[in-house]
């Protein structure tokens, strides 16, 4: 079954220290993994996925297959990076093809 | 382009009332889908569908009924409310399954007493 797991419900850190937002998944596949943000009064949007290989806003993301992890990781954050951030994967699973979230980490980033 | 559109925004229902959360996408999009967001528990799904006729459960169906008469639009049916379903919903839709990125509405905040 697919299955995403955030094991921080709140992370807090300083402006300017590294952060690292953790997310673990199971899937029985080669699944397709990406960090959704929802910052305060704004929509759910896509920060980036593993395929793209790319950096968004200082972000990094990097799929390790082998201990099923994708965690999200940021050099020096900064206070506008505070926001609700979604691991998800998107596969095939009990309800088809389809995405599924993990419960989130609430990002605050301390001035 | 209004991307994905919600309504209403906020709505407080007495339990054993009906209603319907709206959700419209101009962006011709195949899938769409239905998740709720409580506190520690993410997003999760409710039903969703992969074209004009076709949907399908998710993960939490029971209470909610959908239909999907064209691709535009995708309604979402409380059919007796209850105070479990007191949440916030979203909407989302993407080109495909196999696509990946999906669209959300703002979301619709409702409040069952």
């Known amino acids: 079954a697919q299955r995403v797991t955030q094991p921080e419900k709140l992370l807090s850190v300083f402006k300017g220290a590294p952060v690292e937002l953790k997310c673990n998944y199971s899937?029985?596949?080669?699944?397709?993994l990406f960090w959704y943000v929802q910052y305060s009064r704004q929509r759910l949007q896509l920060l980036l996925r593993h395929i793209s290989r790319e950096s968004i806003k200082g972000f990094t993301a990097d799929l390790n297959k082998g201990e099923t992890s994708f965690h999200l990781k940021k050099p020096f954050a900064q206070e506008e990076d505070s926001a609700m951030y979604y691991c998800a994967l998107s596969g095939r699973g009990n309800y088809g093809q389809n995405f599924v979230f993990g419960p989130g980490t609430r990002l605050s980033v301390l001035p | 382009n209004a991307g994905v559109t919600q309504t209403p925004k906020f709505q407080v229902l007495k339990t054993g009332q009906s209603m319907t959360l709206q959700c419209a996408q101009d962006m011709n999009h195949e899938y769409m889908s239905w998740y709720r967001q409580d506190p520690g528990m993410g997003l999760r799904l409710i039903h969703y569908s992969v074209g004009a006729g076709i949907t399908d459960q998710g993960e939490v169906p029971n209470g909610y009924n959908v239909s999907r008469s064209t691709t535009e639009d995708f309604p979402l049916r409380l059919l007796s409310a209850a105070p479990s379903q007191t949440s916030v919903y979203f909407c989302a839709s993407s080109t495909g399954l196999r696509s990946h990125v999906l669209t959300f509405g703002a979301g619709s905040r409702l409040t069952v007493l």
């Open positions: 899937y029985s596949g080669s699944p397709e």
